[in-house]
């Protein structure tokens, strides 16, 4: 980068920065360091799971336990990165992102060093905290960083470029453990992370919130923490116990009033981490439930298909990381069509779409097991799922984001991500009792090709009511209102963009929040 480029990261006279504009050298930089730092994350979510059988071989883990190395980090990921956007959008989200960054390499490093499964288990939560205060900083930092005309392409890059981060992750983990070790899983986050770490420092811009809470609200996360730690303890003990037995029976329901204990704090806490009122826009709360939805099916089959493919169908590490190859060239090559098409048809079609095809992809993937066909049981199925996922990613995310004020960015996103990383740390946590793998069963091939069949069919329909529920209820402010005024006369009304970051879903005001006289009541965070 030039130093031009490098001096506009604090604006002329150290005022604010420009605005990005779309093909700058800087705004490529800035796209790079939010790129290659959720891509910590999200890689991390998958490329975990290819491991399981050799560590858990190594290590000597049960199902519980393995179960335990995925949802440690799922757990932790999910319940602070509220806060995580909260510190942003107070204390600056290029500040937090670095902090975010740095956690996170230092935990990665202990995950490759943990002598036992113990360990890696707390190293594992230790990164869910480090991606949990990147996360939402990452996307904010775009949101708050570009022109308002480029934002949903940014943010449709952003969009395509992490997920086949996330889609990378099985086949970079399936090379590793095949070639060297399961612990360069982890140890591989470090290089990454400090390119990370350079490039933020000398080219991303600095933003935060002026309204933000001045005191974050750490009580409220710690409810939700302990809320989705019991839930999620609770499922994965029914698994082994029985979902009747005494012990997660008592977990599963403290997590419930534990989580009702939450939503009553926020509704008297000064500086909320979920602000009621974002509860009251409509278009957020919809499509926050189906990110719930669409997410627990994700979240359940990339953990599950690896594991099928290894144990119950006899695949190398390798063989099993290759067969999402095909969602990483879909995404790579069509996520930024996608955007922007959006900005022509809207959000609706295409989050009514993209559920439908991945769950029928997912469907197809039940085939699966002894003497199956890679290229016609593996490969067309997860290029179909890959097709459906493409579809849904980036609509789902910038209507999220331009649900709420632009100001409301971090919170916006925070919120979306806790929802996403909450459906998928329930459903791979359920997954052991769903599909009768407790007791050892992940290690037997007979019980995993059985549940698998299971697995595929509940996350397919799963999808197919997100698909649905979207046809049925996204709405955005702009139709809302067009519907009741009805078109002019003599043309139909044109249908209008998915996302106008600035303002709303498509373009007009905000959505509006009722007016408070407490500025720590609504905070922009994440």
Do not use: K
């Amino acid at each position: 980068m030039n130093d031009s480029s490098a001096r506009a990261v604090t604006g002329p006279a150290g005022g604010p920065p420009a605005p990005l504009a779309w093909g700058q050298a800087r705004a490529r930089w800035v796209l790079t360091a939010t790129v290659l730092g959720s891509a910590l994350s999200f890689l991390d979510a998958t490329v975990v799971n290819i491991a399981l059988p050799s560590l858990g071989a190594d290590l000597g883990a049960g199902t519980a336990g393995l179960t335990w190395v995925v949802n440690a980090y799922a757990l932790t990921l999910a319940a602070f990165v509220l806060l995580g956007g909260a510190l942003g959008d107070r204390y600056g989200r290029r500040r937090i992102f670095l902090i975010g960054v740095t956690v996170f390499a230092a935990a990665s490093a202990l995950c490759g060093l943990a002598p036992d499964i113990t360990v890696l288990v707390l190293a594992r939560a230790a990164q869910g905290v480090g991606g949990a205060l990147l996360t939402p900083a990452g996307l904010a930092i775009l949101q708050a960083s570009f022109a308002p005309e480029d934002r949903a392409r940014a943010i449709g890059a952003w969009s395509g470029l992490t997920g086949v981060a996330a889609a990378v992750g099985p086949f970079l983990g399936g090379w590793l453990v095949q070639a060297v070790s399961w612990r360069w899983v982890f140890l591989i986050n470090l290089p990454l992370a400090l390119a990370v770490v350079v490039i933020s420092l000398r080219c991303v811009p600095e933003s935060r919130d002026p309204g933000a809470a001045a005191r974050p609200d750490v009580p409220g996360s710690a409810l939700l923490v302990l809320a989705l730690g019991s839930l999620t303890y609770g499922l994965t003990a029914a698994a082994e116990a029985g979902p009747g037995a005494p012990a997660p029976l008592g977990l599963l329901t403290g997590g419930l009033v534990l989580l009702a204990g939450f939503l009553l704090w926020e509704r008297r806490s000064r500086a909320p981490v979920l602000p009621p009122a974002v509860l009251r826009v409509r278009l957020f709360v919809v499509v926050n439930a189906i990110t719930l939805l669409v997410y627990a099916a994700l979240g359940a089959v990339f953990f599950a298909l690896v594991v099928a493919l290894q144990v119950g169908a006899g695949f190398s590490p390798l063989a099993a990381g290759l067969s999402l190859l095909p969602v990483t060239l879909l995404m790579l090559v069509f996520s930024a069509p996608v955007g922007a098409l959006m900005s022509r048809t809207g959000p609706r079609p295409l989050m009514t779409l993209g559920p439908l095809v991945a769950g029928l992809g997912v469907a197809l993937l039940g085939r699966i097991g002894p003497g199956a066909d890679y290229t016609l049981d593996v490969l067309v199925p997860t290029t179909v799922f890959g097709a459906g996922l493409t579809l849904i990613v980036t609509p789902l995310t910038a209507t999220v984001l331009a649900a709420l004020p632009e100001e409301q960015a971090g919170l916006a996103s925070g919120v979306n991500n806790a929802v996403a990383r909450t459906g998928g740390l329930l459903a791979v946590a359920a997954l052991p009792l769903l599909g009768g793998l407790g007791d050892g069963g992940l290690a037997e091939p007979e019980r995993v090709r059985d549940a698998f069949v299971l697995i595929t069919r509940v996350c397919a329909g799963t999808l197919v009511v997100g698909g649905l529920l979207s046809a049925l209820l996204v709405r955005t402010p702009a139709e809302q209102a067009a519907s009741r005024a009805g078109p002019p006369a003599g043309r139909p009304v044109p249908p209008r963009a998915g996302v106008a970051p600035t303002h709303c879903a498509v373009g007009g005001p905000p959505a509006a929040l009722p007016p408070t006289t407490d500025p720590g009541a609504a905070p922009t965070h994440r």
